[in-house]
């Protein structure tokens, strides 16, 4: 099989999948780059080099090439390449086709009324409904959205990130974590306004004021970086805490190791959130937003994490009062998060559903995974999702 996976650029998100495509392909795998890397994302580390990695070609470097390789390998699965052009060529083939995507409404469901978005959505997405095209869902929520305008019905299938995976040997993950009473909380990511990282220091106060034991380890940089900074000082919780600036994906993960609880709070604008992904293989008790997409695919409420409505910090604060409390009840999510994403949620496990699912779809057949990457995706409203989640009907 011929596979060619078009996206804007390649990244440490997409490696681990890329890679074990590639290990299993070999040749006959290519990631078309459409577009170089924003400047921001360079910013923040995300650069890479992609001479160094066999399977990429650049469109703006081998245009005609390219195009061959998306329009005529046997499978293509197309990203967010902003060449629609690309996509419609492939389409037109008549050739089955996967498209990934994250949802299309984070801002509300009303967007899709608009008769202008109504017919872009028609364009790109919903006259090929009845084409042999799959839709691949990079977060929970994508589904309701396109349920609502009428694509790929019967086609929705569940989709993530895949980050790299570390592995341990049976109780080594808990021996990492400090045994000392002291609850390591991390938290990851930029310190922008969606992902709300002032829930860190609201909650240290009210933990500090519970006479709870505990540390935050603050991962990142933003623009909000200096007020929280300030605003530890001023409520006199420097010692709770240490701030790391921008960090590394490989000491992220490091840092995560050592922690018991990682909190994930990112609001409805976040299309899947990777660090969850991350504080899961490494052990820790989830406590996430279950607006943000990677949740409800992830998260089994009360089994290997936590969730919070919407941006509740309420019971944020709640949730994380309960388990600093009573962590030896608790305790055991991390190890149920771990084996979530070693047995399941993984790249190895989703290149091998991905191209089993290809094969069957060249053949007219559409076979979904009984779990995980490539299962159905089911369609819950967005204001349905934090029920469904905790009632497990997930």
Request: charged content about 25%; glycine content about 8%; hydrophobic content about 40%.
């Amino acid at each position: 099989m011929t596979f060619t996976f078009a996206s804007n650029y390649i990244n440490h998100h997409q490696i681990p999948l890329c890679n074990a495509l590639y290990r299993e392909l070999g040749g006959d795998f290519t990631f078309v780059q459409t577009m170089p890397m924003e400047r921001e994302r360079v910013d923040m580390g995300w650069s890479v080099d992609v001479r160094s990695l066999p399977y990429v070609k650049c469109l703006y470097e081998e245009e005609a090439e390219c195009r061959r390789r998306i329009v005529q390998s046997d499978m293509t699965l197309l990203g967010w390449t902003e060449r629609e052009d690309l996509a419609e060529e492939r389409l037109a083939s008549g050739k089955p086709t996967l498209r990934v995507s994250e949802r299309l409404y984070r801002e509300g469901q009303w967007r899709a009324v608009s008769p202008r978005g109504l017919a872009a959505k028609y364009r790109e997405h919903i006259r090929y409904r009845r084409q042999p095209v799959c839709m691949l869902c990079a977060g929970a929520y994508a589904p309701s959205d396109f349920h609502l305008i009428g694509a790929y019905p019967g086609k929705l299938f569940r989709w993530g990130y895949f980050t790299a995976l570390r592995t341990y040997e049976d109780g080594a993950l808990e021996a990492m974590k400090p045994q000392d009473g002291v609850l390591h909380i991390v938290w990851a990511g930029r310190f922008i306004p969606l992902k709300h990282p002032e829930y860190a220091v609201r909650l240290a106060k009210t933990l500090r004021a519970a006479g709870r034991r505990f540390f935050v380890h603050m991962l990142g940089d933003g623009e909000m970086e200096s007020t929280l900074r300030r605003e530890v000082d001023d409520l006199g919780l420097k010692e709770h805490f240490r701030f790391y600036g921008y960090t590394h994906p490989e000491k992220v993960r490091d840092v995560m190791e050592k922690c018991h609880v990682h909190l994930f709070t990112s609001n409805h604008l976040e299309g899947w959130g990777a660090v969850v992904n991350e504080g899961m293989n490494s052990g820790c008790v989830e406590i996430v937003n279950a607006q943000a997409g990677a949740a409800p695919y992830l998260i089994r409420h009360g089994q290997n994490g936590l969730v919070y409505p919407g941006d509740r910090y309420e019971k944020l604060e709640e949730l994380a009062l309960e388990v600093s409390a009573h962590w030896e009840r608790y305790s055991r999510m991390g190890q149920a998060a771990y084996e979530t994403i070693r047995d399941v949620w993984n790249a190895d496990r989703a290149a091998g559903e991905l191209l089993r699912f290809a094969g069957e779809l060249m053949n007219g057949e559409i076979s979904p995974a009984r779990e995980g990457p490539l299962s159905v995706a089911p369609v819950i409203s967005p204001r349905g999702m934090y029920r469904a989640m905790t009632e497990n009907r997930l």
